[in-house]
């Protein structure tokens, strides 16, 4: 089965903190994604990244960047942390065609 | 852009049938279905693609009307296990079917 794995399930920070959000998939994806969901707006791609190195940015990257160095690592980075910023976050991978897409169980984020 | 799912939510009695719909006003080339459950991360159910060919489970069942640009995704017979929140994603061309555009979910609730 494929697994993709969130560093923490819940994460309370301070306002203004650096945040770093790890998710690893094992199955040798090339695309993987990052999502924040929050309720009555369904599923929003911050970034995604198609290859080691390559990132396009989603539909909100404002407040975020992102990493890949390694293929089944891909980093979520909130440089200052901010209260609208509380989330649920979630990560996803998906190989080429037909691009089915498998999501790790999610990271709640708390700003404070 | 985003594509419109339709109803936004349905209740339903087990053994019920329910059909959700997935709508966009541009053509499209695939679309996606994922269930989450509360709580729980999305699961991938099925991919529907230009031309008919489709990927997914055997117990799900759904439709791509390429004049219409809609999607149909049917629940029969259904179970308590059914509930959780559906949502379509859609890619608009081949070459960039790795970006899904997200509708904003049904949510579906199977009581006994």
């Known amino acids: 089965d494929v697994k993709v794995t969130q560093s923490s399930r819940y994460l309370v920070k301070r306002t203004g903190e650096k945040v770093f959000l790890e998710c690893v998939q094992d199955m040798d994806h090339e695309n993987m994604f990052w999502y924040r969901q929050d309720p009555g707006l369904g599923l929003r791609l911050i970034y995604f990244s198609y290859d080691v190195k390559m990132k396009e940015k989603g539909d909100i990257p404002e407040g975020y960047s992102v990493s890949r160095e390694k293929k089944e690592r891909f980093s979520l980075i909130l440089e200052s942390a901010s209260t609208n910023q509380t989330s649920m976050y979630l990560c996803?991978?998906?190989?080429?065609?037909?691009?089915?897409?498998?999501f790790g169980p999610g990271t709640r984020l708390t700003v404070t | 852009q985003q594509p419109v799912q339709s109803p936004q939510a349905v209740i339903l009695r087990e053994g019920e049938d329910a059909v959700i719909n997935c709508s966009s006003s541009?053509?499209?080339?695939?679309v996606h279905w994922y269930r989450q459950k509360h709580g729980e991360a999305p699961v991938f159910l099925m991919i529907l693609l230009k031309g008919g060919e489709q990927k997914g489970h055997e117990k799900i069942s759904a439709s791509f009307n390429e004049k219409k640009q809609q999607s149909s995704l049917y629940l029969t017979a259904s179970q308590l296990s059914y509930s959780g929140t559906y949502f379509c994603?859609?890619?608009?061309?081949?070459?960039?079917?790795?970006?899904?555009?997200w509708g904003l979910g049904t949510s579906l609730a199977v009581n006994p």
């Open positions: 996803a991978s998906s190989s080429d065609f037909p691009y089915e897409q498998y």
């Open positions: 994603g859609t890619a608009l061309e081949a070459g960039n079917n790795r970006k899904l555009i």
């Open positions: 541009k053509a499209l080339y695939s």
